[in-house]
């Protein structure tokens, strides 16, 4: 089976099958990437730009990473643009210090199944974008700092405090979208649980 270096180099000497099977690789990821971040009926167009631009932009020398992790950062650029287009002209976009609520107040997607899971989602979207890229790469995508790292174009040691920032106020935020103790400490305690119910729902849509 070829690998994504394989597939990029095929798809750009022409072949076309090879960058749908690139495509349907990685689509599941983009789509989770975007998923609470961006309204449902965006969400595709973003994938495909995300998509389109990594291919284009992969570059030849590929030693300090992996296609996937290129896609991300990627991913996390489209985004950006994205919401930028959101602000007014006299103010200036922060993803570190902006949320998604900041930009784009109106829910995007959201589960309904589990009380539990619909704090967890309103929390992640309180805290700032940048923060909320890297915990959901951590939460949804299970990658370890390096990777995340990689995928940002930033140190492992920043990788690493900015995890450790997001998962702080992460645990804030939860605190913050629920006035009940018994569902703050269920959705704290059962993070883990929620996760793999989101990656499940996400894969079923």
């Not at 287009?85 to 199944?113: A, C, E, G, L, N």
């Not at 309180?126 to 700092?145: C, D, G, S, T």
Request: aromatic share 10%.
């Amino acid at each position: 089976m070829p690998n994504d270096t394989e597939l990029v180099e095929r798809w750009r000497s022409g072949d076309d099958r090879a960058g749908e099977r690139l495509f349907e690789r990685h689509y599941a990821c983009l789509s989770r990437f975007f998923y609470n971040k961006v309204d449902a009926e965006q969400s595709p167009d973003l994938v495909q730009r995300t998509f389109l631009r990594c291919v284009e932009k992969f570059p030849n020398k590929r030693e300090e990473t992996t296609f996937k992790n290129f896609l991300f950062g990627i991913a996390r650029m489209i985004l950006l643009e994205h919401f930028r287009r959101y602000q007014r002209h006299d103010k200036r976009f922060d993803p570190m210090s902006h949320s998604i609520v900041d930009v784009q107040p109106t829910p995007s997607s959201v589960v309904h199944r589990q009380r539990e899971i619909q704090v967890m989602l309103q929390a992640l979207r309180r805290i700032p974008i940048e923060l909320q890229v890297v915990l959901e790469l951590y939460f949804w995508e299970n990658l370890k700092a390096r990777e995340i790292a990689q995928a940002l174009g930033v140190p492992e040691g920043t990788a690493r405090s900015r995890i450790r920032r997001a998962r702080q106020l992460f645990h804030i935020e939860i605190e913050a979208v629920t006035a009940d103790p018994d569902l703050r400490a269920s959705t704290i305690a059962g993070v883990d649980a929620w996760v793999g119910q989101v990656r499940a729902h996400l894969a079923n849509r």
